[in-house]
């Protein structure tokens, strides 16, 4: 008893007994979550401003005569003559290690049950990008675990690659299956007791999602066991616009933390779509002046910010980075809109996932021809590079073809080859969902696929081969799969030694 | 030019028009104003009134503030931070004493949209605030 008294009075004794200063307003009006404030004369812009019964807002539209609010929260309980006040601070969200695992919403505060955040940094959710200077050129692997984005799109950390497409085509599926990937490696190379292992750690912001998605997205995270080393900011559709709005900006805060401490972070959004949605609905509340699509003048800006925040830093400014997975849904295919645009615009390279694909069973359904990563390619691994080098094209020339050889009844021995070499890769990429596969496996398997072990069995038995080709490298071919994980490189030996385990496994295949 | 700007600038000079001599609102002034407004009404009376009422507002704080005190008895209190407001704001300042009994003991003085308070309600919203 005498320990809670004591804890109290010093409470007390520490409270400044000086008189305080405050800059107030009054709410004028308040509608769709928005308040209009007369007074407020010495508030900042992007200030929180503090409502009664602690609802918060942020000064959004600074006039000559009112603020503009966005409230952050409950509005039922404002009123029309209620008090603003200024609190000195910018929004800002908790960030560190404390957050891995937890869900939290826009603002930092935990909404998993799982008790309070003990973090005391705190990162402003608007921050600006870093400069020239302290960037470094993308070098190092980021591995999705996916054959046909490692393969053909390689993704580097400190890359933003946008993943597009139209509604249920996969394109939550590549992020988490990403995020997997990394808890993976990251459990491998806590095990291997690497000094010099890096491991990555994931943000995932869901913007204007249903909460079933959301839950859904947690669980599969759970039962992974990726979500030890994944942070979930979550502004559901059924959270006001202002949240869904700040959302991607407090996941990058996050994210900046992990960066500027030397290590290696990757941030989903999903999806920027509806962050552009819930952005125009605020904008025109506050009565900005809309342009195309009545989407504000500064909707570039407002993703060109956040995505610019993404960046590899150099060996000077800690050697840290943050990778960037927005995610855009198009409307029937259509990657000319306004947005779509805008965002492909300002990342190193997109995965579009294609619809007809994607009903025909082939998952991922990415698309060869309209995807690409600007840099990533400087990331791959030397022994993946030397097998994936053509496959690209080939898939490409597979396509092509495909289409002409529609209206052919006779083809040419060459042409029949470069089919049925197409369609045998396009089985291999075939792979399912949350089921990651490590880096040494893909090369592996793409070796065996350049090699010709592939060409004697049906197209329709590929993908079942290909399964069974990986299950026999995780167990009995462990040997050259560990020689490429640990040197990065295809040496003759290890090449003779995956050339015996796969002849042994095409024996028990058969 | 918008309507709502024309309004704006009518108001500004409305409350130009309000001042005494020694740049106050003055009460007669007002009245000859909103007398003169009467008889000849523009065709936006009531907005024009509104923006009025808004520049009178906040024109005020430049010498009045408004101070609130738990207790009636604070004429000494009421001198100090008369002299204490003119002082900083190097202007004279009349103080429109109120009372507050939500405050317990202190005061609030407000100037304008700045807000100075020292009472033991605030204390206790602090002391809530670090608790909670």
């Known amino acids: ?510 | 030019m918008s309507n709502s700007s024309k309004i704006k600038k009518v108001a500004k000079k409305l409350l130009e028009l309000s001042l005494d001599d020694q740049g106050r609102v003055g009460v007669d002034k007002v009245k000859a104003v909103l007398d003169s407004l009467r008889e000849n009404p523009p065709s936006d009376h009531r907005t024009l009134l509104r923006e009025f009422l808004f520049q009178v507002r906040r024109y005020l704080p430049n010498y009045q503030c408004e101070l609130e005190t738990a207790n009636d008895a604070q004429s000494d209190l009421n001198s100090v931070l008369t002299e204490k407001v003119n002082a900083s704001k190097e202007a004279d300042y009349t103080l429109d004493a109120s009372l507050n009994k939500v405050l317990i003991a202190g005061y609030k003085l407000r100037i304008g949209d700045d807000v100075y308070e020292d009472s033991i309600h605030q204390r206790l919203e602090n002391l809530r605030r670090t608790l909670s």
């Not at chain 1, 500027?260 to 819930?278: C, T």
């Not at chain 1, 990657?335 to 190193?348: E, H, Q, R, W």
Request: glycine share 8%; hydrophobic share 40%; charged share 25%.
């Open chain 1, 1 to 510: 008893m005498s320990s809670i008294t004591e804890l109290i009075r010093k409470e007390i004794e520490s409270l400044s007994t000086d008189p305080t200063k405050t800059n107030v307003g009054t709410i004028t009006a308040l509608a769709d979550g928005v308040a209009k404030v007369e007074g407020l004369s010495k508030v900042m812009f992007n200030e929180m401003v503090e409502f009664p019964n602690e609802v918060l807002g942020i000064a959004l539209n600074l006039e000559e005569d009112s603020v503009g609010c966005v409230i952050l929260g409950d509005t039922s309980s404002l009123k029309e003559g209620d008090e603003a006040r200024t609190t000195g601070k910018l929004l800002s969200v908790p960030v560190g290690m404390e957050l891995l695992g937890r869900v939290v919403d826009a603002v930092g505060r935990p909404i998993d049950g799982k008790g309070a955040i003990k973090s005391e940094v705190e990162f402003p959710v608007e921050r600006i990008a870093p400069g020239i200077i302290p960037r470094k050129s993308v070098d190092q692997p980021l591995q999705t675990g996916i054959m046909a984005v490692d393969s053909m799109i390689p993704i580097g950390r400190g890359q933003r690659e946008l993943i597009i497409g139209d509604r249920s085509t996969g394109k939550t599926t590549i992020a988490i299956d990403t995020i997997i990937n990394q808890a993976n490696i990251n459990k491998q190379g806590e095990k291997s007791g690497d000094p010099d292992f890096r491991p990555v750690y994931c943000i995932y912001v869901a913007i204007g999602q249903k909460n079933s998605n959301i839950a859904r997205t947690i669980k599969v995270l759970e039962q992974t066991g990726a979500i030890d080393y994944v942070t979930i900011v979550s502004a559901p559709a059924a959270d006001n616009p202002a949240n869904q709005y700040l959302a991607p900006y407090a996941g990058c805060a996050i994210g900046e933390w992990f960066m500027e401490n030397g290590r290696d972070a990757l941030i989903v959004y999903d999806d920027l779509s509806k962050h552009a949605v819930a952005y125009r609905q605020i904008s025109l509340i506050l009565k900005r002046p809309s342009g195309r699509e009545a989407y504000p003048g500064d909707v570039f800006y407002l993703h060109s910010r956040l995505l610019e925040r993404s960046a590899r830093l150099n060996e000077d400014n800690g050697n840290g980075s943050l990778t960037a997975l927005p995610i855009i849904e198009t409307q029937m295919g259509d990657v000319a809109g306004y947005i779509p645009t805008n965002v492909i615009s300002i990342t190193d390279g997109q995965i579009f996932l294609e619809t007809d694909l994607f009903n025909k069973g082939i998952r991922p359904a990415v698309s060869v021809g309209l995807s690409v990563s600007r840099v990533g390619s400087a990331a791959q691994i030397k022994a993946y590079k030397k097998v994936a080098g053509k496959v690209k094209l080939e898939l490409a020339q597979f396509r092509e073809l495909a289409a002409f050889s529609q209206f052919e009844s006779d083809l040419d021995a060459t042409t029949k080859a470069r089919l049925e070499r197409g369609a045998r890769i396009v089985e291999m990429f075939k792979q399912g969902a949350y089921n990651p596969v490590p880096v040494e496996v893909q090369t592996a398997v793409m070796w065996a696929m350049q090699n010709d072990f592939f060409d004697s069995i049906p197209v329709s038995q590929i993908s079942e081969a290909v399964i069974s080709l990986k299950d026999f490298l995780k167990t009995q071919g462990q040997e050259p799969c560990s020689e490429i994980y640990i040197s990065g490189k295809m040496e003759e030996e290890t090449e003779q030694k995956l050339r015996t385990a796969i002849e042994e496994w095409k024996r028990s295949f058969a």
